[in-house]
């Protein structure tokens, strides 16, 4: 029988659907509307204008649209499966209908479990590699130590050698002493908590693991006894600043063989043959004894046990700067001639600094914290020997140095600005200091202010260092301590609210200043409340639920 349907010549333009079924196609894209209207795939070729494919290269993807999102995808794997064929890109066989669309089906669940296993085996690669990471010290936490990391009692006073020593003990970390590096890395990660209000667990946990290569490197004969130092300063700082319930290493169980070991370097402390080492190992008893004065003050313990102290050798005279060790790039500030002028002058006055805290230690164990003070007899011991201590701050005073002596004028007139501006910043916060120790004896002995006019006079001196100084809002850190008794020893609101906004504008963080500011206030309303002194850190405890940071 004739058939009656109209024959349509093969269509060599439009869609790949439209062309296997023979019909017209309007070439819409990206689906023409014979595949948009039937729900089907609508899949272009190359165009016949691109000219026959070249059998070298690789031949491209076919363009497959969906009409409708129920219509499956068709695979590459499917459309290439005739890429032998020379009429394989005017020929197109709809996966629903071709014979082998169960062998495409099969191709592509291969590829996709092929793939999801590539990508299984990259994650595994990826998180052992990351996990083996935390074996090795970050670099970022050597960057945080260099930039970042303050000691309180130490930075403000001698800012210089602060530099050049973390810059020391990183290069000692990195080229010949894990130990050291170890330490470093959790001082920075116990900085990063405090900063950013993170749980401590995580630092006191790389407390404990440098604690261990301590010991191992305190075992080693044949490491010289100054890389067991740093490597024991820096401990000894993480304690300073965790000020939180670690017991201090160095306090009761100190390793035996640190203590022998100390005891014969002690004897001879510049004798090693490392100029650089020696003149660090030297700084660091400095900064020991004052971080130990510090930690005693306000009822502390302490981080030295009292044999460990009596060892550390004392230095006369003004001490050696820190010398920068062979390999160690120069910092920013180290050519610049005016750093070593500052460092020259500078000097004689941190060595005032340093005596001034032994005698602060004195004074601190003079204290109810520290020793009985419920008889007379008692009471009297500690007044005469707050008496002799008294001389000796006085005798201090007055041996103080040329250049601290110097009115600010006559400094600035001699030196540049900012070479003056620092001398005259250390000056002034070594002076307050001073003038602390005096309220503090005021304090101890129990006497009311109108009575002791050394007391009200070390009041108005530090309030005029601190007012000298202070520029744009902004406290030198240095002045914590003093502002902080100037709070709780004032009577007056107005001098009582003056201090307590300074202590708020101390910064970094990790000095605490907004903490002493709110501790300040409150303590001084107490007094104010039941009209007479209230015992510091007993207060503390009560009210905040904490024992005070070191001060």
């Not at 009822?299 to 009292?306: C, E, Q, R, V």
């Not at 910064?507 to 001084?524: C, D, K, M, V, W």
Request: some cysteine.
């Amino acid at each position: 029988m004739p058939s009656h349907h109209k024959y349509f010549s093969r269509v060599r333009s439009g869609c790949l659907t439209c062309r296997s079924r023979k019909v017209k196609c309007d070439e819409a894209r990206p689906a023409c509307g014979n595949c948009t209207r039937l729900k089907r795939p609508c899949v272009y070729g190359q165009k016949a204008l691109d000219g026959p494919p070249i059998a070298s290269q690789p031949r491209q993807p076919r363009e497959v649209y969906h009409s409708s999102p129920n219509t499956p995808l068709v695979s590459p794997h499917a459309t290439n499966q005739h890429a032998d064929t020379p009429d394989s890109v005017d020929t197109f066989v709809p996966a629903w209908s071709s014979p082998s669309a169960s062998q495409s089906s099969q191709v592509q669940g291969h590829s996709r479990d092929a793939s999801m296993a590539f990508i299984s085996r990259d994650i595994e690669l990826t998180v052992t590699m990351d996990v083996l990471a935390l074996r090795t010290e970050s670099p970022h936490m050597t960057t945080l130590f260099l930039e970042s990391i303050d000691c309180p009692s130490i930075t403000p006073f001698d800012a210089c050698n602060w530099q050049v020593a973390k810059r020391c003990m990183v290069h000692l970390g990195q080229k010949s002493c894990p130990a050291i590096s170890a330490c470093i890395t959790a001082v920075a990660a116990l900085f990063k908590g405090h900063v950013y209000a993170l749980p401590l667990t995580g630092a006191v946990s790389h407390y404990r693991a440098a604690l261990r290569h301590v010991d191992d490197l305190v075992n080693d004969h044949g490491t010289p006894f100054g890389f067991a130092l740093v490597a024991t300063f820096l401990l000894c700082l993480f304690e300073f600043l965790h000020a939180g319930d670690l017991v201090p290493h160095l306090l009761q169980q100190a390793n035996p063989l640190f203590v022998r070991r100390l005891e014969t370097w002690a004897q001879d402390p510049t004798s090693s043959s490392n100029t650089s080492l020696s003149t660090l190992s030297v700084r660091i008893v400095a900064w020991l004894k004052i971080m130990q004065a510090s930690t005693t003050r306000g009822g502390g313990t302490g981080l030295l046990s009292k044999r460990i102290y009596r060892l550390l050798p004392d230095q006369n005279g003004s001490l050696p700067d820190i010398e920068s060790l062979p390999g160690i790039l120069a910092g920013e500030t180290d050519s610049v001639a005016s750093n070593h002028v500052y460092q020259l002058l500078s000097a004689p006055i941190f060595h005032f600094y340093c005596r001034l805290q032994a005698l602060s230690r004195d004074i601190a164990k003079l204290t109810l914290y520290h020793r009985s003070r419920t008889t007379s007899h008692d009471q009297q011991e500690v007044v005469d020997r707050m008496a002799a201590l008294k001389g000796e701050l006085l005798e201090l005073w007055e041996g103080r140095s040329t250049t601290q002596r110097q009115p600010s004028e006559e400094l600035r007139a001699q030196l540049a600005p900012a070479l003056a501006d620092r001398l005259l910043s250390l000056i002034a916060i070594c002076n307050a200091a001073y003038y602390a120790e005096i309220v503090e004896m005021g304090r101890q002995l129990g006497d009311p202010l109108s009575r002791l006019p050394d007391s009200r006079e070390a009041l108005d001196n530090i309030r005029e260092a601190v007012e000298r100084q202070s520029k744009d809002s902004k406290v030198n850190a240095g002045f914590l301590r003093a502002l902080f008794l100037y709070a709780i020893e004032s009577t007056e609101p107005n001098q009582i609210q003056w201090a307590v906004d300074k202590l708020a504008q101390i910064e970094p963080r990790i000095y605490r200043g907004a903490f002493f500011s709110a501790f300040a206030q409150a303590l001084s309303e107490a007094q104010v409340e039941k009209e007479r002194r209230v015992t510091s850190r007993y207060f503390c405890i009560w009210y905040f639920g904490v024992s005070p940071p070191y001060m």
